[in-house]
């Protein structure tokens, strides 16, 4: 897989040409849709975090989602793969409504995603990590498919394409180190592998490239490109408009809630109310530890029922 050599270009251009049609405009309609996200809202207390009247994303795009800190984007994300509970909204994938179905249904819909803060369960080794992103799989508990039999030939399937992924991703030396060990940009990347396991029709990242050392940053855009090019659909959040100029087809923008712009990439800098949306918010307000820590235990409580939920689901 490794191997493989992508056209990325001609991606890019592919696409190019799919929406030249389309205008710069919020709420744009697209020419074949794989998400189509309808009146959105979500609500904390007081405070409307997210307002979207309408959304549409491209099949086969790499669609950049970008926006001061606070706008709403990974509230939105969540929403959208089952982690958010939107007070208000209809949202379907791939023609097929999800407004009504329980998180661990997305990634069997072919849906998939990573989280602002990685995800990596670190007291396990990376191909543990790996193998239990594999959908649909009783095999999952893998630690407790002990029985030789049926799942055997299941698991040997998914450890093979766990380890194909690994060296996709140049991580196959680290097959049997425990994922608290690597770096920040590891696991990132482990995030990534794992997401593949699914063979997901979109995979959606929430910053894929915070806090990743430049030398990886490189090889993450390869790895997203490579996505596209695999069939793929892309949305991503990100902050640094280099990185989304230089791989997305299409970027949407959200100020306070709401999206207030759509365009080509080298558009963006052109429109005025996103000029005026990154002028007046606060740049550098990172999380706090105690936000960040917050955030990662409520994640977790709701990846553990998501996991709970799976195994009831299979009668285990
Ligand atoms: N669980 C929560 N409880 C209360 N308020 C929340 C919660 N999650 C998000 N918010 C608020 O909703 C708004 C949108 O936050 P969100 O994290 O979606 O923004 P973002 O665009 O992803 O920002 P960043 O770029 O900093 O990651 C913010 O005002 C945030 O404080
Ligand atoms: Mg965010």
Redesign the pocket.
Known sequence: MSDTAYDTAADAARLREQLAGVASEPGVAKPDPIVVADNMV?R??G?T??EVEHLEVQRGSITALI????????????CLTGFGDPDEGEWSFDGTSLSKAPAHKFPQAGMVRTF?LTKALSKLTVIENMKLAAPDQRGENFFRALVPGVWRRQEREVEERADALLKRFKMDHMRNEFAGTLSGGQRKLLEMARALMCNPKIIML??PMAGVNPALTQSLLEHIKEMRADGATVLF?E?DMDVVSSISDWVVV?AE?SIISESRPEEVGQNQAVVDAYLGAHHD???TLEEEE??LE?VEAKLEAIEEAREEELGL
């Open positions: 979500r904390f207390g405070l975090a997210v926006g001061p800190n606070g706008a709403g984007k990974t509230t939105f994300f969540n602002q929430d910053e959040i902050h959200m809630g307000a990172p999380l917050a955030e409520e």
